[in-house]
C-alpha cells in the first residue's frame, strides 16, 4: 500500500489564483481530512469526510471547498490564494469504526506559499 | 528549512535517558488521545495512542499516561535515541458528533544529544 499520498510536494501561487490540492488513499478508509500547520502551531482541521458524498467543516474551513465523489480522494480547492493561506497542507485517513474515532494517518505535506 | 517550532517548547536529552513530553487538554468531553511524532519536512506519524477508559498504556520503548482529574497527558521515551529527535504532538477527540475532530496541542521539540 503506498498509504496516503498528497501532489503537489511544493506549489507557489500568487494572490488571487485557484488551485487543488490532490489527496489519496489506497486503504479503503472511510474518513478523510484535511489540516493545515502554521511556524509555531499544531495542525489545524480545514475539511473532513466520513465517506463518499458527505463533508463537514472543521476548524478553519474559509477559503477552501472539498469534495468527496470517491473513497479514495479527496481534493481540497483554494478558491482565490491569499497569501494568510501560506502554510503546510497535510491530508490524513482512517478506518472509520463504529462509535470509535480510529488512528489517523498523515500524508507527507504539501507546501503552499501564496505570493 | 521549515519554521515550525520557532517558539515551541523545547526538551533537550542526551543519548540513552529517559524523556517525558507532556500536554494539557481543555475539553473534559475528550475520550481519545493520540501522539505523534514529526520529524522535519514529514507529515505526523502515530507513535501510540490512549482511550479515557484507560490511565496507562505501553508501547515499544513509549509509554503514555493520562490523569483525566487534571486533564494532563504525558509521553515517556524510554532510552532515547538520536532517532527520536523530532516535535511531538498530542492530539485529542471529543467522540460523538466530534468524530475525527482531531485537536492538536503546540508541539513540543525534542533534541536528543548524542
Known amino acids: 500500500n503506498a498509504g496516503v499520498t498528497q501532489t503537489p510536494k511544493f506549489q507557489v501561487l500568487k494572490t488571487g489564483q485557484s488551485m487543488t490540492l490532490q489527496c489519496a488513499q489506497d486503504?479503503?478508509?472511510?474518513?478523510m481530512s484535511w489540516y493545515r500547520q502554521d511556524p509555531g502551531m499544531g495542525l489545524r482541521l480545514i475539511h473532513y469526510?466520513?465517506?463518499?458524498?458527505?463533508?463537514d467543516q472543521g476548524e478553519v474551513p474559509n477559503g477552501y471547498n472539498v469534495s468527496r465523489s470517491t473513497t479514495e480522494d479527496f481534493p481540497l480547492r483554494l478558491l482565490s490564494a491569499a497569501p494568510s493561506q501560506t502554510s503546510v497542507y497535510f491530508c490524513?485517513?482512517?478506518?472509520?469504526?463504529?462509535?470509535?474515532?480510529?488512528?489517523?494517518?498523515f500524508g507527507p505535506g504539501t507546501r503552499l506559499t501564496v505570493l | 528549512g521549515e519554521s515550525v517550532g520557532l517558539h515551541l517548547p523545547t526538551l533537550s536529552v542526551q543519548e540513552g535517558d529517559n524523556s517525558i513530553i507532556n500536554c494539557a487538554y481543555s475539553?473534559?468531553?475528550?475520550?481519545?488521545f493520540i501522539w505523534y511524532k514529526q520529524e522535519s519536512g514529514k507529515g505526523p506519524q502515530f507513535i501510540i495512542d490512549?482511550?479515557?477508559?484507560?490511565d496507562k498504556r505501553q508501547g515499544q520503548r513509549v509509554t503514555v499516561l493520562l490523569n483525566k482529574t487534571v486533564k494532563h497527558l504525558s509521553l515517556q521515551i524510554a532510552a532515547t535515541q538520536p532517532g527520536d529527535s523530532a516535535v511531538y504532538f498530542c492530539?485529542?477527540?471529543?467522540?460523538?458528533?466530534?468524530?475525527?475532530?482531531?485537536?492538536f496541542g503546540q508541539g513540543t521539540i525534542l533534541t536528543v544529544h548524542p
Open positions: 490524513a485517513s482512517s478506518y472509520s469504526q463504529r462509535g470509535y474515532t480510529d488512528t489517523q494517518y
Open positions: 486503504m479503503n478508509h472511510e474518513y
Open positions: 469526510s466520513v465517506g463518499a458524498g458527505i463533508t
Open positions: 475539553n473534559s468531553a475528550s475520550d481519545y
Open positions: 490512549i482511550r479515557s477508559n484507560m
Open positions: 492530539a485529542e477527540n471529543a467522540g460523538g458528533t466530534s468524530y475525527g475532530k482531531l485537536t
